[in-house]
């Protein structure tokens, strides 16, 4: 009696016989091989559809939730940029984003300290329009501006949560956030009590969302050689910085820069650590690499703030 033999492959075969889009798991093939003829047409349909619009999306990804971390700190109230701006709004590029927040830049917006809080939203769409109609600027540079009084507001457009790439510090713009405080803050002006405490939750949150001590140095990649440090030049910085640290500027002013210490240990404990916590480097934070970056390098510089 002869024996058949089944062919080398036969297995393989079938399974690539079985209806399914290249790339589909076995256990869908199974399930559409089951199918009737005009159902199964219509569930591959339904599939090559949803890879082709997953892919037609791709290259403007959702907002990915950073992972908590042991020192998250709460999110400060935020006034949204529309409360502000409103009608003002100019025609501009889409936001342009990085991986992480690495490092804080604090600067101040040299602008009269006498104001109203009331008024601050108008003294926000003056600056906003200086950067952006005289200065030609793509936007504000500043992610996010703080009034005297502690309100803090949206700047920089992009979302408040993402690491929005900012045009605030010459060289730094990539992996950092800029927060500026409304006013002018050189030696001997008074620094108000709310606009440091604003200044340290905005900076924790941001700092906790990567696990960042804010008491710590990072590394950062010098992207234009018009900073302190050549472009590629690796250097280390405090993870709350003043605008002057990476830029030859007296910005944040001499007040404000002389508060910074208080700032970062006030944002530390915001971030539940403990106040006897040697300050060192941020594992999770610092790279001695530029790594990819989402942004042309040199893109963040070319509207790059004061």
């Not at 992480?100 to 008024?119: E, I, K, L, Q, W």
């Not at 504000?140 to 900012?166: K, L, P, Q, S």
Request: charged content about 20%; glycine content about 12%.
């Amino acid at each position: 009696m002869r024996v058949f033999r089944r062919r080398r492959g036969a297995h393989r075969h079938r399974a690539a016989g079985t209806p399914g889009a290249p790339g589909m798991p076995r256990a869908a093939r199974v399930v559409l091989g089951c199918l009737p003829g005009t159902a199964a047409v219509a569930a591959l349909l339904l599939c090559a559809y949803g890879v082709e619009n997953a892919a037609g999306t791709g290259a403007a990804p959702a907002a990915r939730r950073p992972s908590a971390t042991p020192h998250a700190a709460p999110r400060p109230p935020i006034v949204p940029r529309s409360r502000w701006l409103g009608d003002a709004a100019r025609a501009q590029p889409r936001p342009r984003y990085d991986d992480r927040v690495a490092a804080v830049f604090v600067h101040h917006t040299d602008s009269p300290n006498g104001y109203d809080c009331a008024d601050a939203p108008r003294i926000l769409r003056d600056l906003y329009s200086g950067q952006t109609g005289t200065r030609d600027w793509d936007d504000i540079g500043y992610n996010f501006v703080v009034d005297r009084c502690g309100t803090i507001y949206e700047g920089r457009a992009g979302g408040v949560d993402r690491a929005v790439t900012g045009a605030h510090t010459q060289g730094f713009n990539h992996r950092t956030t800029g927060i500026a405080a409304l006013g002018t803050f050189t030696e001997g002006m008074p620094v108000p009590r709310p606009l440091i405490h604003s200044i340290a939750a905005l900076s924790a949150w941001k700092l906790g969302l990567t696990g960042t001590d804010p008491r710590a140095h990072v590394r950062l990649v010098s992207s234009n050689g018009l900073s302190r440090y050549a472009a590629g030049t690796t250097a280390e910085l405090p993870a709350l910085a003043g605008h002057s640290d990476g830029y030859m500027t007296s910005c944040p002013g001499a007040a404000l820069h002389a508060r910074l210490p208080e700032i970062r240990r006030l944002a530390a404990r915001m971030q539940g650590r403990s106040a006897g916590a040697q300050e060192g480097h941020s594992e999770r934070a610092a790279s001695s690499d530029a790594g990819r970056l989402r942004s042309p390098a040199q893109a963040a510089d070319r509207r790059w703030g004061p």
